[in-house]
């Protein structure tokens, strides 16, 4: 399969690479600066307790959306690898583009990603 017309395979690795440098440099500062939530009701206040599992529960889902966006990453690259960039995962028609610059990752066309939501 050829890429599709129109698509600066080179500038989407770059693009692709750069971000997945990004999210892992911020992975790592976040598993620095990570810290655990003291649940002892004895030692802080209801609320304190509350408002700091609502705070781990908000980074533990930052987390979890990075890794996804990382995998994607990883399987835009593997399509580029595969010469399979550039066409839907779903139904094999070349995607857009416009909106592969918009997300370089996005492994489905406009229509089959209409229908996964």
Do not use: F, W
Request: glycine fraction near 4%; proline fraction near 3%.
């Amino acid at each position: 399969m050829s890429k599709g017309p129109s698509i600066d395979v080179k500038k989407m690795e770059k693009v692709l690479t750069a971000r997945r440098e990004e999210l892992l440099a911020i992975i790592d500062v976040g598993e620095e600066t990570k810290t655990d939530t003291d649940l002892d009701q004895q030692r802080i206040g209801r609320l304190s307790r509350m408002d700091a599992m609502q705070q781990q529960a908000m980074e533990d889902e930052t987390g979890r959306r990075r890794e996804k966006e990382l995998h994607r990453i990883a399987a835009a690259l593997d399509r580029l690898t595969s010469d399979d960039y550039g066409y839907c995962t779903a139904c094999d028609e070349p995607i857009a583009a416009k909106r592969l610059e918009n997300d370089p990752a996005t492994p489905l066309c406009i229509s089959c990603a209409q229908k996964a939501s």
